[in-house]
């Protein structure tokens, strides 16, 4: 394994991290049990400002960090999956705003161009407009610190609440998912849903982790999730650090494991949840659902408030991101079908409400998954606090 940096930056392998997201935290490459490692940190003057990324395309191999000192910078690290997941592309999307206004960029064609980076993650834009709401606030405003200076510190100020609300969010997603988990449980995730993708634990692996550390879990089955391998990659190493038995299969596995009696739970996170509780999610979590609903093992997702939107009506109105030919015809970078050859790439599907046994969020658990019971008020496309508070939770 390889431990560094491209792009510069200050990062001592082995020795504390510092970082920006929710303290210190220490790192032991290769231990069995590793503690905490920062997904992204935000760089102050003087060595910024940059945000460094954990270079999720180059893990397990390598554990480097990505150094964006600029927006274009960011806007290619998020498109290239560098950073990624829901939770966290919120709070890479605020740190964003902060860089831009840091720099003395065009604030508003930055914040454009950033949450335009990935489409479905309804996170991202999300977490771009609060940075930036709190940025034209500053700015406006008539604070005793010049304008620029006070539109950066307010951006950067909501970016670091940002990141330390989805932190609290993963704790409370955690406790709450946990109730759903039986003891001894066998449980299949899909794609990677831990602290690669949050400021905290993450979503679905939050829920994970904490059975584990309740002696609650005896398998945790990981799905590869081709095409870019983010359970084979990321998922595997994540449980590897945490101690978690784990195996991974081949996504097309899934249904002689299910018709085996093997899994007890499905646990997934999502991109973004209409308002009819139609999950967008990483492709394959689709198929995931169906297989469940056939063999009655339980379907829940896990995502935080700010995954939920209700400008969006209905699973047919989520803008599905479509990505590279080049991603389903070779793996890690090798090329497996004739040169050319024309594929079908979408990034996520989107599973029906119907077939989601239960959501989880910070607030608690959606059971049934309907539009009435998902009830989210008083965010129009432009609210900027995003749908805080906002669903209704049976308990
Ligand atoms: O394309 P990715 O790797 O960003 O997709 C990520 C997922 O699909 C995750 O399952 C989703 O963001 C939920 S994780 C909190």
Redesign the pocket.
């Known amino acids: 394994m390889r431990i560094g940096h491209s792009g510069g930056g200050s990062y001592e392998p082995g020795g504390p991290v510092g970082h920006d997201l929710g303290g210190p935290v220490g790192h032991e490459p290769g231990g069995p049990v590793g503690p905490a490692l920062a997904a992204l940190r935000w760089l102050g003057p003087p060595d910024g400002p940059a945000i460094e990324l954990l270079d999720q395309t180059r893990l397990p191999a390598d554990e480097v960090f990505l150094r964006c000192a600029s927006v274009p910078e960011l806007v290619h690290a998020i498109s290239r999956?560098v950073v990624?997941?829901?939770?966290l592309?919120g709070v890479a999307g605020a740190f964003g705003v902060a860089l831009a206004a840091y720099r003395g960029d065009d604030v508003e064609a930055a914040a454009a161009a950033i949450a335009a980076a990935?489409p479905t993650?309804v996170n991202l834009g999300w977490g771009v407009r609060r940075a930036l709401q709190s940025y034209r606030a500053a700015v406006s405003g008539d604070s005793p610190v010049p304008a620029p200076k006070a539109g950066a510190l307010a951006a950067l100020a909501e970016a670091q609440a940002i990141a330390a609300q989805d932190a609290a969010a993963s704790a409370a997603m955690a406790a709450h998912g946990l109730a759903l988990v039986p003891a001894g449980a066998r449980i299949l995730t899909?794609?990677?849903?831990g602290q690669l993708?949050?400021a905290g634990a993450?979503?679905?692996f939050a829920v994970i982790l904490a059975a584990h550390r309740a002696g609650r879990l005896a398998q945790l089955w990981v799905d590869e999730t081709r095409p870019?391998l983010?359970g084979a990659r990321l998922t595997a190493w994540e449980a590897r650090r945490a101690g978690i038995p784990h195996a991974v299969l081949a996504d097309n596995a899934a249904a002689s494991l299910m018709a085996a009696g093997q899994v007890d739970l499905v646990l997934?996170?999502?991109?973004r949840i209409a308002a009819d509780g139609s999950v967008a999610?990483?492709v394959g979590t689709y198929g995931l659902a169906v297989l469940a609903r056939h063999h009655a093992v339980p379907f829940v997702v896990v995502?935080p408030v700010s995954t939920v939107d209700p400008d969006t009506p209905d699973g047919g109105s989520i803008p599905v991101e479509h990505r590279s030919a080049d991603e389903v015809i070779g793996i890690a970078g090798q090329p497996v079908a004739p040169a050319g050859t024309h594929a079908y790439n979408p990034?996520?599907d989107v599973t029906p409400p119907d077939l989601v046994t239960a959501i989880v969020t910070e607030e608690g658990v959606i059971q049934p998954v309907t539009a009435g019971n998902l009830r989210v008020q008083g965010s129009g496309a432009d609210a900027i606090a995003g749908p805080q508070s906002a669903v209704y939770v049976e308990r």
């Open positions: 999956l990624r997941g829901a939770p592309l990935r993650a899909h794609c990677n849903t993708v949050s993450g979503t679905a870019l983010q997934t996170g999502a991109d999610n990483k995502a990034a996520f």
